[in-house]
Structure formats: C-alpha cells, structure tokens
C-alpha cells in the first residue's frame, strides 16, 4: 500500500477549497440567527415603529414567525438538495457547485433590502435552494479526490469549515449591526460568495485532468477505486436500497438538532432567564468562539478516529458505528443545559454536543461514499440532506411555539436523544455497511 505522505499532497489544497467553501456557506446562513437578537430588526420585521416598545406578545409572535422563517429555509433546502445532488452527478461538481454559489449569493445580498417578514421569508427561501449545493458538491469532490480510507478524515476537515463560519458569523456580524446597522450584516458577508465562486472555478478540476497531480498521487486516489462506467440512475432505484435509507435515517435525525442550534442559541443565551448571565450583540463573541472551536475539533477528531480504527485493521462497519455511537453519547447530557444557572456549565455541555454532531456528520458523509459508486454520491448524499431538510422543517415549524410556551428544556431533551435512536435505526436497517455494486446500479450507460 502507498504511504499517504509520499503521493503527492494536491488533494489536501481540494480540502482546503471545500473548507473556505464550507465556511462561506455557513457565514451566509447563519447571519440571520444573530440578526434576529437586534431589537430594530425585530420592529422592523413586525412592522413597528423605531420608538414603540417591544412587548412580550410581539416578541413570542416574533419568535413564532422566524421559526416559519427556519421551516421556508429548509424546504427550500430539501427541495435544492435534490434538485442540485442530481444535477451535479449529470453536469458535474465544478459547474453545479458554481450554480449553487451564484445563487445563494445573490439571495443573501437580497437580505439587505427587505422590509418585513414575507421579505425575509422569501429571501431565506432562495437562500435555502442555493446552499444546498455545497454538501453534494462536497462529498462527490471528496469521493473524487480520496481513496475510501481518508474520506472520513477529509469529510471531517472539511465540515470544520461550519464551525469556522459559524464563529466568523459570531464575531463579525454583531460589529456590523452595532456600527452599521443590520442591513449591513447581509450586504457583506453576501458578497463574499462572489470571491468563492471565481476561486472554484479556476481552481477547481478532476484529479485526471489537473496537471499539478502527479501521477504517483493519482495512482494512490485511485488506489482502492474500480473504474467506473457513467451511469443514469434514478432516485427511485437509489431509494430501493437499504443503504439509501440508513443514510436518510442518519439525516433526518441528526441534522435537524444541528439545524436548532444554528437558529436558537443565540437567542437562548439571550432570553434564557435560567442563567446567571446572558449574552447579547456586545458578548456572543468569546462563547461563540470557545463552543465552535470545541466543535471543529470534534469534527476533525471524529474524523480521524474511524479513520484510524481502520487503519489498525478494523472494518468499516466497524469503525464508523463506534465512532457514531462515541459521537451519540456525548450528546446526551445537553438536556442539562436549559436546566442549570451556570452559563459556563451551558457553553461546556452545548461545546460538547456540537463537537459530537459534526463528529456524527463527518462520518455520516462517509456513508455516501463508501456505500455507493462515486457517479451518484450527490445523488445519494443529496437525498440523504432532503430527508435531513425535512425533519429540519418539522422541527422548525414546533421550534417557536415549544420555546415560547415551555422554554428550552423539551428542545433539548429531543436533541440529547436523537442521536442514539438514529444509530440504533441505522444498524437495524444496515447491520453490515454493505457497498452497492455498480452493476447492481446501472439502468444505461451514457
């Protein structure tokens, strides 16, 4: 077997493309969740005067319709993903994923200009379609450039690009609305999609066709990969195996609590009158940071741990469900974070959680790849992120009415549990991660 350190390293520049693209992503669609905290944004979109005072009636009624805000995103969300994973299995990785910046960029510096909350709904909708393009185009990228021994690793490092922008996002965007005004926290960080989309599309090519790829490296990409033919597939036979629906399972379960996280935490450190402290625009900076650090090295960890199990001989089956089970408890105490006074004590446990989710993600990614043929894993992966998308929405849609007449606390007992009953499900529907054969798959060859 070839030693990774000496094949040439092209590919970890791939990873670091998929990180910034990842991260950009992620700045995009999380400005709205620390957007939402700004007490003129909230007027604005309930259509109040700047000197009328906020009540708790409108603030609740706020909170409920920016859950129906979170649930537009996500459907659009759902529906993109299975727009853009089979496009992007038919004109490819570098055009599709181009398609799905341009159009997430335009719908976040859209953001800037609307006036209430049917404006921000329909923005957050084009938003939505658009983003979906960069985990399809992400995993398929990866499955491309990587032998199946060093995609969890890969996954891994390049989903810590979420966290990074998540952190970003913390940072920055509470500076612009404090000296600029909300408005301008879209206006910037939508423009940063445009300097995204020139870098992938001169940067980005298949391995075969990149002349900085030594032949040395390629050989070791291709080291554990049959040739494959290109296939038509449809999404009706995809979903006719098992290994479709234990991946959709991992999604539906999972992705939905990342989803809370991303669009509730600000707010629960803002509004949370269980804490001895609260965090506002002026302090979401430091435990934002501390909480997506811990989680990038989840992501980075996790994903280097099923691929170190294999490494020392052990399967893939084996790897990746100990990992995930790792992963699923260490989420399990978060439902003691709506309980306790400590705000340090919260920050530690949801730190914790958010370091196993994308530890869960990094290797879900994997199930893609190693369970089908690399010419329909953004097919795959993208049914998977509809099924996540959807449980997304159902979560969303309860999420604001839950937290407005019973607090945090049933939020986050769902999310301590979801975990577990997902792999418990994933190995009842897949005991033994059995990959597809191509032939199994084929309906013609183009």
Known sequence: MQNSTTSGRFRWRIVALLFLATTINYVDRQVLSFTMTDELFRKEMLDLAPNQPLSKEATDRFKVLYGDVDAAFKFAYAIGFLIVGWLIDRIGTRRGFSLGIIIW????????????????????????????????????????????????????????????????????????????????????????????????????????????????????????QENEPALKVSWGRLLGYKQTWAFAVGKFMADPIWWFYMSWLPDFFNSNDALDQKLDLKSFGIPFLIIYVVSDAGSVFFGWLSTRFMERGWTANRARKTTMLICALCVVPIFF???????????????????????????????????????????????????????????????????????????????????????????????????????ELVDEFV
């Not at 509470?174 to 939508?190: N, Q």
């Not at 990094?362 to 329909?376: C, E, G, I, Q, R």
């Open 337 to 439: 974070a709506a309980q306790t006074s400590s705000l340090t004590v919260a920050i530690a446990l949801i730190a914790l959680a958010t370091a196993a989710h994308q530890g869960w993600s990094a290797n879900m990614y994997t199930f893609a790849s190693d369970l089908f043929p690399k010419n329909v894993v953004a097919s795959v992966t993208g049914i998977g992120g509809m099924f996540g998308a959807v449980g997304g929405i159902l979560l969303a849609l309860l999420a604001g009415r839950i937290i407005t007449n019973f607090g945090y606390l049933p939020m986050f007992i769902i999310s301590s549990c979801a975990y577990l009953i997902a792999l418990i499900i994933i190995h009842l529907v897949l005991p033994r991660l059995e990959p597809v054969r191509v032939e």
């Open 105 to 224: 960029s335009i719908a976040a510096v859209l953001t800037t200009f609307v006036q209430n909350m049917s404006g921000l709904r329909w923005a957050r909708t084009l938003l939505g379609l658009g983003e979906a393009a960069n985990f399809p185009s992400s995993i398929k990228t990866v499955s491309e450039w990587f032998p199946r021994r060093e995609r969890s690793f890969a996954n891994g490092l390049f989903n810590a690009g979420a966290n990074v922008g998540i952190i970003l996002t913390a940072i920055a965007v509470p500076y612009l609305i404090l000296h600029f005004g909300w408005r301008s926290s879209f206006f910037v960080t939508g423009v940063l999609g445009f300097g995204l989309l020139a870098l992938w599309w001169f940067t980005y090519s298949k391995p075969e066709r990149n002349k900085q790829v030594s032949a040395e490296e390629l050989a070791y990409i291709r080291s554990d």
